[in-house]
């Protein structure tokens, strides 16, 4: 079946510095690869998406690449603030009509 | 445009009784799923529906279980509650599976 596992932290950095967060996934057929967001008491944010192999999803200043090649799709974003500390999660969904998360990754940014 | 609406918010229930969340989903949404969100075991779905019929379903016990109206709306429902209940139970709906789901805020369920 379906699965992702992504880095699991926490991460803590410290403003302006780069953020990265793995995420590798197992899947049959072509599915859609997202990176949800979860404020404190609030449900997920997409953040963004990417349908097919070499999309770049982007929002925000993050980004990720949909690599069928190397099964990932890796979040980034060059310069984080400390309004992004929040939890992250990647996930992938299509065919079989839900969408299957990695186990979630807490970030942190320090002032 | 509305976004997802659960109800209620925060629920607290004891242990034996049943209980029935709703969502309604942003207008022209058609696909509704449901969630369980819990510290240790993380986002697992529990079913989707699309046009009041249920395509997917996920692990969860038979005191699970959902529905789907014709205006789009959807319920779930949770009888003979027990502590592992306890969770933030989250509904999603799309109007296309592959680009996205769009989520409500979620409720609270505590079972005591």
């Known amino acids: 079946g379906n699965s992702v596992t992504q880095m699991e932290g926490p991460v803590t950095l410290s403003e302006e510095a780069f953020l990265t967060i793995n995420c590798t996934y197992t899947?049959?057929?072509?599915?859609?690869l997202f990176w949800y967001v979860q404020y404190p008491g609030e449900g997920l944010q997409l953040l963004l998406k990417a349908t097919k192999a070499d999309d770049k999803g982007s929002n925000k200043g993050f980004e990720a690449t949909y690599r069928k090649e190397t099964t990932s799709f890796h979040l980034e974003k060059g310069s984080v603030q400390v309004s992004d500390s929040a939890v992250y999660f990647c996930?992938?969904?299509?065919?079989?009509?839900?969408?299957?998360f990695g186990k979630g990754t807490l970030l942190t940014v320090n002032p | 445009k509305a976004g997802v609406t659960q109800t209620p918010r925060y629920l607290i229930k004891t242990r034996g009784q049943q209980v029935t969340l709703s969502c309604s989903p942003i207008?022209?949404?058609?696909?509704v799923s449901w969630y369980q969100q819990t510290p240790g075991q993380g986002l697992q779905f529990l079913f989707e529906y699309f046009s009041e019929t249920q395509r997917n379903k996920g692990n969860f016990p038979g005191r699970f279980s959902g529905r789907q109206f014709s205006n789009s709306r959807s319920e779930m429902n949770v009888s003979t509650l027990e502590l592992g209940d306890s969770a933030l139970y989250l509904c999603a709906s799309s109007a296309d599976i592959y680009y996205g789901y769009t989520f409500g805020s979620g409720t609270r369920l505590t079972v005591v």
């Open positions: 899947a049959t057929g072509y599915p859609s």
């Open positions: 207008s022209g949404h058609r696909s």
């Open positions: 996930a992938l969904g299509g065919s079989n009509y839900k969408l299957t």
